[in-house]
């Protein structure tokens, strides 16, 4: 089994811990999350154990010709060769191996019997099955199937990388190391660039690849589809939590409770403590007592609250009263040259609507919200806007609208409603602007923090209608909960593009879907969307089509009954899943309290004393027969949710 182990791993920059004494292994099968506060250190130990970066104490040891491969979030740029070429790279570190193998076979020549003949076949065979399990062999259908899983098209494979934008070199990267079929993968942020289809494939190749996978990602939907363990570093220390990240966010929230209760318990002994000190410090007879109060407070070990876990609300401004009507499409298209990308659109968009644009990559989406949002005029059709409709418009060039001269703090001021500018300070924390980042000047800032910004200052506006490509983009999972629960308690109307499903599901009430063939309204939310695509064909009611309102004698009723009878299936089988992760986590425990009892058994003060080791039997029995009864109730399960997929 391949493994990497970190060792009492410590690291500091300046007077600041970044790491103190971290354990941690990753080994083959591993699906485990690293999450914790921006700036706590995820990347730096990912560096670490790739190897890119040295600690100051402890050891990284890995198993014998472990091979691990590391995507860092960005700075990667391809040049000089095809798609292709770049891609048949990862590869490379087969060459030495085919040197091998051939070297080695030119020495059984000369050694055919004997011990350095039975050494030297057992090295060659070793080493061919090593090329073999590469997929050296089937590296073109692979190169091929990886690449488009990722988005790239046959026309892209003899295209020059230095043709391809930032985003597109990322792709490459993420490729090359899938391509590599490591021991261990090391993946910091690689969902940051891709569409909702690269993010989905991406998550099946994942669940099936066979090695040990270590991954950062804000997109809590992927992360829950991926690991099965969450290690969060806070202040230094790493601790490992069982389950999805949904499952540990549960859980860290309870602790958090209880974190924050004792917390606001020791803020208030300082407060007295120090109250005492200035009260009393210059009075003689109070000196000794002023004294043990200083020293007491010098010996306090402060508690601290994660800043990931730290919840912050905010509420929009209160949007301006407008008409029912926001928007009437009428035949809207778009061209680019021969190319048409939105083929006579018609719909209406009504007050209060939550409407997300979904499709393909080049599908139109951006395209058609730069439309409504008045940014692009040239277009073939008619956008009409209703009565007193007041336009928010963000999208992902937005640096235009931040005054460079100003502060952070400065810029949001500039913007902000009077009684909103008292809550600017925890409102910037929210959307990563910690500490002296509020101080700093806007035109210091990367195109990530000047996105976040203008997003920002966007969201202070009294506006009604709310145009968003991909807001998420550069928030940590911890700001898009902030943005959500936002957006989610708005009364005016949101109309978005994202590629976060988790944001999507929770936020979507109606689906627009642009295809090459057109567009069509789907009237649900996300969930309801993707059963309608899967049961089209059959005879379940058809959702509304032509993106117009239904006509009144469309039998709506039938399809919130089938709607109704589909979120109670969904429901049931979440359940199921639920009640079914559960008896796996207590099978894994059961087995290692099995492991341990077992270890127990072999030590001589156990084996040796017939009382102990009977009472060590006795529990292992008790273990197995309490494992029997887990299995046989997660069978049951595994039965019923069988049954129910099938009616999915």
């Known amino acids: 089994m391949a493994f990497v182990q970190l060792d009492n791993i410590s690291l500091a920059f300046g007077d600041r811990d970044i790491l103190k004494n971290v354990n941690f292994m990753i080994s083959t099968g591993s699906r485990i999350a690293l999450s914790g506060a921006n700036g706590s250190g995820k990347t730096t130990l990912m560096k670490i154990i790739s190897g890119e970066s040295e600690c100051d104490g402890g050891k990284v040891i890995a198993s014998r010709e472990s091979r691990i491969a590391y995507l860092p979030q960005s700075g990667i ?7 292709k070429a770049e891609a048949e790279k990862a590869f490379s570190w087969i060459g030495s191996m085919l040197e091998d193998v051939d070297r080695l076979g030119k020495e059984l020549q000369e050694h055919k019997t004997g011990k350095r003949a039975e050494n030297l076949l057992h090295r060659h065979h070793e080493l061919q099955e090593q090329i073999l399990e590469s997929g050296y062999y089937g590296r073109e259908e692979q190169i091929t199937r990886i690449l488009q899983g990722l988005g790239f098209s046959m026309e892209d494979m003899d295209r020059e990388c230095s043709q391809f934008s930032g985003g597109w070199q990322m792709r490459i990267a993420l490729a090359k190391e899938l391509l590599k079929n490591p021991d261990i993968l090391l993946l910091d942020e690689p969902t940051n660039y891709l569409d909702l289809e690269a993010r989905e494939w991406l998550r099946d190749f994942l669940g099936t690849f066979k090695g ?28 490992i939590y069982k389950g999805n990240y949904s499952s540990y966010e549960k859980k860290r929230k309870e602790e958090l409770k209880t974190l924050v209760e004792l917390y606001k318990k020791q803020q208030e002994e300082i407060a007295r403590n120090e109250d005492f000190i200035r009260r009393f410090r210059y009075q003689a007879t109070k000196a000794s007592a002023v004294q043990s109060r200083v020293n007491m407070l010098e010996r306090m070990e402060r508690i ?22 926001m928007l009437t499409l009428e035949g809207i298209r778009k061209s680019y040259g021969d190319r048409e990308v939105l083929k006579g659109i018609d719909h209406l968009i009504q007050k209060g609507d939550k409407l997300v644009i979904t499709g393909l990559n080049g599908a139109g989406k951006s395209t058609l919200l730069r439309i409504l949002s008045g940014t692009d005029t040239d277009f073939e059709g008619t956008l009409t806007p209703g009565t007193d409709v007041k336009i928010g418009y963000f999208s992902q060039d937005q640096e235009e609208v931040l005054d460079k001269s100003n502060t952070v703090l400065e810029e949001l001021e500039s913007d902000a409603p009077t009684e909103m500018i008292p809550n600017l300070r925890g409102m910037l924390g929210a959307f990563l602007f910690s500490g002296d980042d509020i101080f700093k000047s806007v035109s210091v800032l990367s195109g990530g923090e000047k996105n976040r910004l203008a997003l920002l200052k966007l ?84 959702a509304p089509a032509s993106g117009r309102e239904a006509d009144e004698d469309t039998p709506v009723q039938s399809a919130k009954l089938s709607r109704e009878e589909d979120k109670k299936l969904k429901a049931q089988i979440r359940r199921l899943k639920r009640e079914e992760e559960e008896l796996l986590g207590r099978l894994a425990e059961l087995e290692e309290e099995h492991t341990e009892l077992s270890a127990s058994l072999a030590t001589p003060e156990i084996y040796s004393d017939g009382e102990k080791a009977k009472e060590v039997s006795d529990a292992m029995k008790a273990n197995e027969e309490e494992q029997e009864k887990i299995s046989r109730q997660w069978e049951t399960v595994e039965e019923q949710l069988s049954e129910l997929d099938t009616q999915e």
Do not use: M
């Open 77 to 83: 740029e391809h040049k000089g060769s095809t798609l």
């Open 212 to 239: 040990g996978i270590l991954i950062v990602s804000h997109d809590r939907f992927f992360l829950d589809a991926v690991v099965n363990e969450v290690a969060e570093l806070f202040l230094g220390d790493l601790k």
């Open 304 to 325: 601290e609250i994660p800043e990931n876990l730290k919840k912050i609300h905010f509420s929009f401004p209160a949007p301006p009263h407008s008409g029912k009507k």
């Open 459 to 542: 969201l202070l506006r009294p506006v009604n209608l709310l145009i968003l490509d991909e807001p998420t983009n550069h928030l940590d999972i911890h700001s898009k909960d902030v943005l959500l629960d936002a957006l989610k308690s708005y009364s005016g109307t949101v109309i978005f593009v994202s590629h976060d499903r988790y944001f999507i599901e929770e936020l979507a009430e109606n689906v627009l879907e642009l295809t090459s063939e057109g567009h069509r309204l789907y009237q649900g939310n996300y969930e309801y969307y993707l059963w309608k695509k899967a049961n089209e064909g059959t005879d379940e009611i058809d």
